[in-house]
């Protein structure tokens, strides 16, 4: 045997060793997985996982937390114009939410392994999905109320089950965000009852708002289920409960009542109880307009990542100005050390 | 009157935290002096809240639109604690004082009405602002007045976050980058010559004794704090004087106008409505 195949033999036996190993490892990991999740019990950051598991966690969720950023927008344009200064508070506050649930929601992703500032680029260009919702205008204070009420009750509804989803760090995230969110939902519906119960003008800007945003806020449950082709792994994997279309029917059931409480109507002619089903019928949605909407065509899709651009353009010099600070300060607090080691 | 709470400046505490709504109920009565005064810290307060709030979705990293938005909530609420006391002088509500006043009619001085530029000039606004109310409040927390001394006590442990938060950021944009200590250091040049307003002595503050805090005794202390951060973060203290008319009445301002517009504008559309 030359010296060079000496050297070569063992470390072909060490590589399939590894190989070996790694396989063991992804055996038993698999293993492990497949027992926690039919315990319906949680997986850990720490805890093997398969990639592609891995991988529709952080789609999921990244795309989550990009909806609560890009939501900031068309609600954060109302800040400056709120009507009173209590309406101004409040708004401002739940915008401060979003973006601290946009925060807790990146967080949980980079337990997977996936830099923020990763998500950030998918967002920056183009790449990433969001809540289609939020590429549609406010234009009148009453669809700030119309989105606290439609979009974040839409949003309850999907994410309570999501308290459950079997990664640990997303299910806790989503615990506090549903808290959160009830509180948005309540301020919504109380903005539109004050307008449904104040002047003739206040009370048409407020069934406006529903008209338009009542279509949309359906649609954020996604496609039919017949066209949603991630959701059966990711119940099969117990992230998501519940199919779109029963969330859909879960949200309209819930919605009737509470219209018919603020005494307005719900723009759709075929909405009516079936008794035989327990839940109301209500018309097909337009899915022409939802893919194009999701396809980037939206509104106000250009102008929502426009402004999102713009912003972390202009604050570039300000993080690379954080960055070169806490180095400068690292360094004077190694040479401290260095000086005190010395002496 | 209690209005006091030990609580901490973050926590919600309910019943002892104070609200604009305790101090409606309260059944305190703002004298005409008393309830100018407050005005005139309340539209400080309430204008720079206004421009705060349109950073949000804006600021350079979320951890910043988080604390932006904070800042003007805090700031929020203060105004709502003084537009309340002072519309009690004249039966007015503080809906009635921030969406019904004309532009003459404010009291804000002119730095905290100036456009937020970039986050330098934002951060250098921020600096000169809330070293300022920290002074300020440490003072007024003695006011004869328990409602003025409540509200300071309450917006002072407010103001601290918000000095230590934009002394930080002085100390990180001064020291950072070429292009950050350049910026900030363009922030202060851009703002520096409104900060002699603050501390010049208006009426009705002048007639106001132990109730109010005589704005040009808050020069000192303030003016030495500030030049302390901004020589530690490697910057220059702006060499030059105040702009010529100091005197908080909107007549040597044109950025009043433009808030006001955007402010004002759904709620004088439609009079007397609720919300």
């Known amino acids: 045997m030359s010296p060079q195949n000496h050297q070569h033999a063992p470390l072909r036996l060490a590589d399939e060793a590894d190989a070996a190993a790694a396989r063991d490892e992804a055996e038993s990991g698999q293993h492990r997985f497949d027992e926690i999740i039919a315990d319906?019990?949680?997986?850990?950051?720490?805890?093997?996982?398969?990639?592609?598991?891995?991988?529709?966690?952080?789609?999921?969720?990244?795309?989550?937390?990009?909806?609560?950023?890009?939501?900031?927008?068309p609600e954060g344009?109302?800040?400056?114009?709120?009507?009173?200064?209590?309406?101004?508070?409040?708004?401002?506050?739940?915008?401060?939410?979003e973006a601290g649930h946009g925060l807790y929601l990146y967080s949980a992703a980079e337990t997977l392994g996936t830099p923020r500032e990763d998500m950030?680029?998918?967002?920056?260009?183009?790449?990433?999905?969001?809540?289609?919702i939020f590429n549609y205008p406010a234009r009148t204070w009453a669809d700030v109320g119309a989105i606290g009420w439609l979009v974040d009750g839409a949003a309850i509804v999907n994410q309570v089950p999501l308290c459950r989803a079997s990664y640990g760090p997303y299910g806790r995230a989503m615990v506090r965000i549903c808290k959160e969110e009830s509180f948005h939902q309540r301020q919504g519906w109380e903005i539109l009852y004050s307008l449904s119960h104040g002047t003739q003008e206040q009370r048409e800007m407020a069934q406006a708002a529903v008209d338009r945003f009542y279509g949309p806020a359906l649609q954020m449950f996604g496609p039919p289920d017949g066209d949603?082709?991630?959701?059966?792994?990711?119940?099969?994997?117990?992230?998501?409960?519940?199919?779109?279309?029963?969330?859909?029917?879960?949200?309209?059931?819930?919605?009737?009542?509470?219209?018919?409480?603020?005494?307005?109507?719900?723009?759709?002619?075929?909405?009516?109880?079936?008794?035989?089903?327990?839940?109301?019928?209500?018309?097909?949605?337009?899915?022409?307009?939802?893919?194009?909407?999701?396809?980037?065509n939206g509104p106000l899709s250009r102008q929502r990542l426009e402004h999102y651009r713009s912003a972390r353009d202009e604050g570039a010099w300000v993080r690379e100005a954080a960055v070169a600070y806490a180095n400068r300060v690292s360094q004077e607090q190694d040479r401290d050390q260095a000086a005190l080691i010395g002496a | 009157m209690s209005f006091a709470s030990h609580d901490s400046a973050t926590r919600q505490s309910q019943g002892e935290a104070i609200t604009a709504e305790e101090i409606a109920a309260s059944g305190a009565t703002a004298d005409e002096a008393t309830a100018r005064y407050a005005l005139i810290l309340g539209d400080d307060a309430l204008m720079l809240s206004q421009r705060l709030g349109a950073w949000v979705s804006r600021a350079p990293e979320l951890e910043e639109d988080v604390a932006l938005a904070n800042i003007a909530l805090d700031l929020l609420g203060h105004a709502r604690f003084l537009l309340t006391y002072a519309g009690t002088a004249w039966g007015k509500?503080?809906?009635?004082?921030?969406?019904?006043?004309?532009?003459?009619?404010?009291?804000?001085?002119?730095?905290?009405?100036?456009?937020?530029?970039?986050?330098?000039?934002?951060?250098?606004?921020?600096?000169?602002?809330?070293?300022?109310?920290?002074?300020l409040y440490s003072r007024l927390v003695h006011s004869t007045d328990a409602t003025l001394a409540a509200i300071a006590e309450k917006a002072l442990k407010?103001?601290?976050?918000?000095?230590?938060?934009?002394?930080?950021?002085?100390?990180?944009?001064?020291?950072?980058?070429?292009?950050?200590?350049?910026?900030?250091?363009a922030g202060l040049d851009s703002v520096w010559s409104y900060v002699e307003e603050l501390f010049t002595d208006v009426e009705p503050i002048t007639e106001l004794g132990d109730v109010a805090v005589l704005p040009s005794t808050l020069r000192e202390p303030t003016l030495n704090r500030l030049h302390q951060v901004i020589e530690q973060a490697d910057l220059s203290v702006p060499d030059m004087s105040g702009a010529h008319g100091a005197d908080r009445s909107g007549r040597h301002s044109e950025q009043r106008g433009f808030i006001l517009a955007e402010m004002q504008v759904l709620a004088r559309r439609h009079p007397g409505a609720t919300w």
């Open chain 1, 40 to 73: 319906d019990s949680r997986i850990e950051p720490r805890d093997w996982m398969p990639e592609s598991y891995r991988k529709s966690l952080v789609r999921q969720v990244s795309q989550h937390a990009h909806s609560e950023i890009i939501g900031m927008q």
């Open chain 1, 77 to 97: 344009n109302w800040i400056s114009r709120a009507p009173s200064l209590k309406r101004k508070a409040i708004l401002m506050a739940k915008v401060q939410d």
């Open chain 1, 120 to 132: 950030y680029d998918q967002l920056y260009s183009g790449k990433a999905k969001y809540s289609s």
């Open chain 1, 228 to 296: 949603s082709p991630n959701s059966q792994q990711s119940m099969a994997w117990n992230i998501k409960r519940f199919t779109n279309d029963e969330l859909r029917q879960r949200f309209v059931d819930m919605i009737v009542p509470q219209v018919e409480a603020l005494g307005l109507t719900l723009p759709d002619p075929e909405l009516k109880w079936n008794e035989e089903r327990g839940h109301y019928d209500f018309a097909e949605l337009d899915w022409d307009e939802f893919f194009a909407v999701i396809k980037g």
């Open chain 2, 93 to 135: 509500s503080e809906d009635d004082l921030a969406y019904f006043r004309e532009e003459e009619e404010f009291r804000s001085c002119r730095l905290v009405e100036q456009e937020n530029g970039d986050f330098g000039k934002t951060i250098a606004r921020q600096l000169i602002f809330s070293f300022y109310q920290h002074e």
């Open chain 2, 158 to 185: 407010e103001v601290d976050y918000h000095q230590d938060h934009a002394a930080q950021w002085v100390l990180r944009l001064g020291l950072g980058t070429e292009e950050s200590s350049r910026r900030m250091q």
